[in-house]
């Protein structure tokens, strides 16, 4: 999400007339988009600010050697919205701070600060809706993983409040762009080569449920769908010259028959969902005020699951919630078994003020959450190779990204599922096609092939 809130704000500077730095030695203005989520990331942004300001003070070791050109340094996103007026006295020599809603008025607190003017604060309202929500960078989706992949915002916001949870405090109410916008805004991004769109939520399968997305001016669903969201992923699936939709994050309540029958019927539409469930017990699930129990996880995951076998499920999960005990943690083990989760994402608890569950006491150790966390990651080691094992003398249909990392004679690029799958191109697939590639070995986290 903060990739393409960073990639929006870009863009709305490049369309002021601003030019992109090589570097950030090279760079006059630095903005620095913050994450709250856990404490360490917003320690993070906050240190990463701390250092830039101190450079453009000519303070400090990396000033005296690299001797940057940095004159404006800003701070956007969520920790802005949770410091408020703290910022400045975290951050005195900062020029100027927006919350998350507020990124539209980027460009021109921009001027101010070059006009001389600091200590610029902007806290968006709950319900605000920003400015520049469809700026993208001319290069298509840029700060994407590549220019043929772009992230599409649709939801903003949440109102689930969990009770662990501090989105919904910075980023405000539930707010679902019109339709008409988001198509819109795909169909340009396809016309300039993006192939492949994901589009973003906190709990995307709330589309148009708080806020209309639909109108009555609207033409009706070709397939009949009725919900929003179904409705926009067939909207988006009839674009001509977009290969793949997928989108992030989902809620166990939204996987209803209509978004089993989307996945099934749309062609476009990446056989893969992020369900984050975060724990396994139900008690403890009950706490986290998440809506849905074990029992109904696991039937939303069997549901997708005997629609495609192979069909990608990932997920999050928090270790040493207060009170976690051992029994618990071990439900979530058998509930990840169970599951049989692609990937998962563990994050040891992290208190957050203002949250129900910052009242109760952080009583699970450092040293135990990080075992959890450990035991979770090997547990889901050994399953990935499971799973991966299986697609092995399979035929995968690959958007080819470009040289993998490790070794530029290999190409990387996605499955369906959204599973990296290493190539060798042979001269025959270029950067943002599709290929075919035959999968002869597999990994935890990767699959490898040879063009079918
Ligand atoms: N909206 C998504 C959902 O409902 O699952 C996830 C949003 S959150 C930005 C991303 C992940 O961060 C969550 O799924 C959760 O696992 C983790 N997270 C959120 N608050 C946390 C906290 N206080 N401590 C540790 N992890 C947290
Ligand atoms: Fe946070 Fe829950 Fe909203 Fe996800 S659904 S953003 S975890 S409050």
């Not at 001027?111 to 003017?117: I, M, P």
């Not at 809706?129 to 915002?153: C, E, I, K, M, N």
Request: glycine share 10%; charged share 30%; aromatic share 6%.
């Amino acid at each position: 999400m903060n990739v393409r809130d960073s990639e929006a704000v870009a863009a709305m500077l490049e369309a002021a007339g601003h030019e992109r730095a090589a570097s950030e030695q090279d760079a006059e203005l630095v903005i620095v988009n913050s994450c709250t989520v856990r404490d360490m990331a917003e320690r993070k942004a906050v240190g990463k600010c701390g250092n830039l300001i101190a450079l453009k003070e000519g303070r400090g070791r990396a000033a005296r050697s690299a001797g940057g050109a940095v004159k404006v340094v800003g701070l956007i996103g969520c920790a802005v919205k949770r410091l408020g007026d703290e910022v400045f006295s975290r951050l005195p020599g900062l020029d100027f701070a927006a919350g998350p809603r507020r990124m539209g008025m980027v460009p021109r607190l921009v001027e101010r600060a070059l006009a001389g003017e600091t200590r610029i604060l902007e806290l968006p309202d709950d319900d605000e809706v920003p400015a520049g929500l469809d700026a993208h960078l001319a290069s298509g989706g840029a700060a994407g993983p590549s220019p043929f992949q772009s992230y599409v915002t649709v939801l903003l916001g949440c109102d689930n409040r969990c009770s662990y949870c501090i989105v919904p405090d910075v980023r405000g109410h539930e707010y679902s762009r019109p339709a008409r916008e988001v198509v819109a805004e795909v169909r340009s991004l396809a016309a300039n080569g993006v192939k492949e769109v994901c589009l973003l939520g906190q709990s995307v399968l709330r589309y148009g449920r708080r806020t209309p997305a639909w109108s009555e001016a609207d033409p009706p669903s070709p397939g009949g769908f009725f919900e929003p969201f179904p409705r926009l992923l067939e909207a988006l699936d009839a674009i001509p010259g977009l290969e793949r939709v997928r989108f992030t994050s989902a809620h166990p309540g939204g996987c209803t028959d209509e978004l089993v029958r989307a996945f099934q019927t749309l062609p476009s539409v990446c056989r893969h969902i992020h369900l984050p469930v975060q724990s396994g017990s139900d008690r403890v699930l009950r706490e986290m005020g998440r809506r849905y129990t074990r029992a109904e996880y696991l039937a939303a995951v069997a549901k997708l699951r005997a629609m495609d076998p192979e069909f990608a499920v990932t997920t999050d999960v928090i270790v040493g919630y207060p009170g976690e005990t051992e029994e618990d943690f071990e439900q979530t083990r058998s509930l990840m078994d169970e599951a049989g989760f692609d990937n998962a994402f563990v994050f040891k608890y992290s208190p957050r003020p203002g949250t129900r569950a910052a009242a109760l006491p952080d009583d699970v150790p450092e040293e135990e959450k990080e075992r959890r966390d450990q035991v979770l990651l090997a547990d889901q080691q050994r399953r990935g190779l499971e799973r991966n094992g299986r697609l092995v003398g399979t035929v995968r249909e690959v958007l080819a990204e470009g040289p993998s990392l490790r070794n530029a004679a290999r190409w990387s690029g996605r499955d369906s599922g959204n599973r990296i799958v290493v190539f060798e191109p042979e001269g025959r697939v270029g950067r943002g096609e599709l290929a075919r590639v035959a999968i002869r070995e597999a990994h935890a986290q990767t699959l490898v092939g040879a063009l079918a």
